[in-house]
């Protein structure tokens, strides 16, 4: 399977602290983009990092890409209370996608 | 901005009745896919369709689903005899393409919830 898989599963943290989340997915792939998930509401698209990039930022986003070790991580820096969600990395095959379980992040203010 | 909408927001049925979910694509877009998350699952890939055609789909789109782009604006999911276990939160997905179309960013709707009784 080419599913990402996050960790950790929950990860509960204070305003003002940064979060730190990671995917680990098992063959290669085009590109890796990360999601998040308000409690029942649709899928918001945070960031997508192509095979050949290794960092990218996005205001308080910042995503590393390691493809030897087939690995990602999604860093929020100075998280706010608003940032409580469920965070997905989603793997690109062709024309599909494979989502993992998912990171439930609580920011407490 | 542009974005999916899904109509309706929430769907009950009887097992084994037909339904069809209903998504307007942002209208430049090329790809159009369905998932599916039943309540505190992961998202899992249903279907990607393009140039008006199936270009994959999941050992979960059986028989028992089908996808349709009716006229130039909407992209339907139908479920011909729901079962219980296609109780789930169905999300509509477009992508512009180009580069694989894989490799774009998806653009999601809010969402169907579909409850079968």
């Known amino acids: 399977s080419q599913q990402g898989e996050e960790d950790p599963q929950a990860l509960s943290i204070q305003e003002g602290e940064n979060a730190t989340m990671n995917c680990s997915y098992k063959?290669?792939?085009?590109?890796l983009q990360w999601y998040r998930q308000n409690s029942g509401r649709g899928l918001v698209h945070l960031i997508l990092i192509r095979s050949n990039e290794r960092e990218k930022h996005s205001g308080r986003l910042r995503v590393t890409l390691d493809t030897s070790k087939k690995s990602s991580s999604l860093l929020i820096t100075a998280s706010r209370a608003a940032d409580t969600a469920s965070y997905f990395c989603a793997t690109a095959g062709f024309n599909k996608f494979y989502f993992g379980s998912g990171t439930k992040l609580n920011v407490k203010p | 901005e542009p974005e999916v909408t899904q109509t309706p927001s929430h769907q009950v049925t009887q097992m084994g009745q037909e339904v069809i979910l209903r998504c307007v694509p942002i209208s430049n877009h090329l790809y159009f896919y369905w998932y599916r998350q039943i309540l505190g699952q992961k998202v899992e890939f249903l279907v990607s369709?393009?140039?008006?055609?199936?270009?994959?789909k999941s050992e979960i789109f059986d028989d028992q689903f089908s996808v349709e782009r009716p006229d130039g604006s909407n992209f339907t999911l139908k479920i011909r005899s729901t079962k219980l276990e296609d109780s789930a939160m169905y999300f509509c997905?477009?992508?512009?393409?180009?580069?694989?179309?894989?490799?774009?960013?998806?653009?999601f709707g809010p969402g169907t919830r579909l409850t079968v009784l």
């Open positions: 369709f393009y140039n008006n055609e199936i270009s994959e």
């Open positions: 997905a477009s992508s512009e393409g180009g580069g694989g179309g894989a490799m774009d960013e998806q653009f």
């Open positions: 063959t290669s792939i085009n590109n």
